[in-house]
């Protein structure tokens, strides 16, 4: 089956702790994208990659990382540097070359306790 | 910069009857405009897409979406509405770098 898969779908974490979350795709996709859902602020975007070992910030990079080291992964960590890290996370990835839409996954709910 | 807006945090429609949400948009170049829907504590799933061609484009559940260039719009409608058509609706652009960018959602509810 081919898709997005995102892990775990809800995550603990305690205040001052790195967190990573993980994001894998069997689509071979080129792009992939992480995004923070809160509330009534819909979807922003926190990085994105278009090809291996590259990656640029989107709208809200501050207090997460991320590494592209292979195709198929696009890990994301939530950093203590990050001031309210409580939220939905969603990971998406596109073919550009093939179709222009973007496949998600299934979220994971990260809180801070 | 690149930005998508949505006026409407909801839309109230009775089921049967026609439906709009609205999205306007800002990006440089030829856009790349996606509808995609999402149900609690889930995923999003793409409705449809505007790439070129023809301003009014199908897509899944009876959706249609119609382009307007001069105003920057992209709103999505269906004919006849569903009471399972209820959920949160979020436009997308997309310009040539690839950037991905959503608003802030629309929560539809159609009452029986």
């Known amino acids: 089956d081919g898709g997005i898969t995102q892990s775990p779908k809800y995550l603990f974490r305690k205040e001052g702790q790195n967190v990573t979350l993980s994001c894998e795709q069997n689509l071979n996709h080129d792009a992939m994208y992480w995004y923070r859902q809160d509330p009534g602020q819909g979807l922003r975007l926190i990085y994105y990659s278009q090809i291996v070992n590259d990656f640029q910030k989107g709208d809200i990079a501050e207090g997460y990382s991320v590494s592209r080291e292979k195709k198929e992964s696009f890990p994301l960590t939530v950093t203590s540097a990050q001031k309210n890290p409580t939220a939905f996370y969603l990971c998406?990835?596109?073919?550009?070359?093939?179709?222009?839409?973007?496949?998600f996954g299934q979220g994971t709910r990260l809180t801070v306790v | 910069a690149q930005s998508v807006a949505q006026p409407e945090d909801q839309v109230n429609v009775a089921e049967g009857n026609p439906l709009t949400v609205k999205c306007t948009y800002s990006?440089?170049?030829?856009?790349?405009l996606f509808w995609y829907v999402q149900y609690p504590n889930r995923g999003l799933q793409f409705l449809l897409k505007?790439?070129?061609?023809?301003?009014l484009v199908k897509g899944s559940y009876g959706f249609e979406a119609e382009f307007n260039k001069s105003q920057t719009s992209f709103h999505l409608k269906k004919p006849s509405a569903l009471v399972s058509d209820s959920a949160l609706y979020f436009c997308?652009?997309?310009?040539?770098?690839?950037?991905?960018?959503f608003g802030t959602g629309t929560r539809l509810q159609v009452f029986p």
């Open positions: 997308a652009v997309r310009d040539d770098t690839d950037k991905l960018i």
């Open positions: 998406a990835s596109i073919d550009p070359g093939v179709s222009p839409e973007a496949f």
């Open positions: 990006v440089s170049g030829n856009p790349y």
């Open positions: 505007y790439i070129t061609g023809d301003n």
